[in-house]
């Protein structure tokens, strides 16, 4: 009693055929494990299972506000991970909200020489250059010359999407090195066809790939990176509403204008 806690809303089950294959977001006990009623209440009841596999205590040098990261961080330390993001490679991330942001600075850290990031609005370009990209680009402009332009002549060698918008889809087909690796971090709604160039793809060599979720592993790693202050989470946090005011937090997110990482006190 008394300990300050993450706790993940999403466990996996560890002994399934995708959890012992390392897909432990694929399991279908992580699709179903939550919290009840959710996160948005000032308590939560949080399933057995959860409190087995998906608490980790918060060393003292970690704030709560810094905690609220350790999930999305997770899920980026498995984007890359699937990705295979290396040193000495550039790094395209098309869209610079949170998870772009995160992206970036995880890329950084990982020794990728260039990172380049794109977005369509101009605050949360700004904030790419901050936490650590290289070149930014509207993503209304043409972004695969302006790649080759900053980039030696070439391509990249990873582009992760971090959009649902159809647009940066077509980007990344087009952005993507020889030998690369497109990774779909964010995808576009159910109902819209994607069209992969196949043939070129083929004869390149081309990986596309997905990732989902965070497993236990990668939230563990994600709170040892904040709480060794190796990426700046903290100056991500735009705006600290109440709960009575969770509705104009998905307001403010939804809208996407001058913010980025929106969170809720349910005891302010």
């Avoid at 992580?30 to 919290?35: D, G, I, K, S, Y």
Wanted: net charge neutral; proline share 6%; hydrophobic share 40%.
């Amino acid at each position: 009693v008394g300990d300050r806690v993450f706790v993940s809303h999403h466990v996996p089950c560890n002994k399934c055929r995708y959890c012992l294959s390392g897909h432990h977001t694929a399991c279908e006990t992580l699709h179903t494990t939550n919290f009840d009623p959710g996160g948005f209440s000032e308590y939560v009841r949080v399933p057995k299972i959860n409190v087995e596999r998906g608490v980790f205590i918060l060393p003292d040098n970690v704030s709560f506000e810094e905690g609220t990261f350790i999930e999305p961080l997770g899920c980026v330390i498995r984007g890359q991970r699937i990705a295979q993001v290396k040193p000495g490679h550039t790094v395209l991330v098309l869209g610079s909200g949170p998870a772009g942001l995160l992206h970036i600075q995880l890329a950084k850290l990982k020794g990728a020489e260039r990172v380049i990031a794109t977005d369509i609005n101009e605050y949360r370009l700004k904030a790419a250059k901050k936490f650590g990209a290289d070149v930014v680009i509207n993503a209304k402009e043409d972004v695969p010359t302006i790649l080759q332009e900053v980039n030696e002549n070439r391509p990249a060698d990873r582009v992760i999407i971090c959009t649902g918008a159809l647009p940066a889809v077509h980007q990344a087909w087009q952005c993507v090195d020889r030998g690369g690796t497109i990774l779909f971090f964010a995808v576009p709604p159910p109902d819209v066809k994607v069209t992969i160039p196949i043939t070129d793809f083929w004869r390149n060599e081309i990986t596309v790939t997905t990732s989902y979720g965070a497993s236990p592993m990668d939230l563990a790693e994600a709170l040892e990176i904040i709480s060794a202050h190796k990426i700046n989470v903290r100056d991500m946090i735009t705006h600290r509403l109440s709960l009575e005011e969770a509705g104009l937090g998905f307001r403010i997110v939804a809208e996407a204008k001058e913010c980025i990482k929106v969170i809720i006190e349910p005891h302010r």
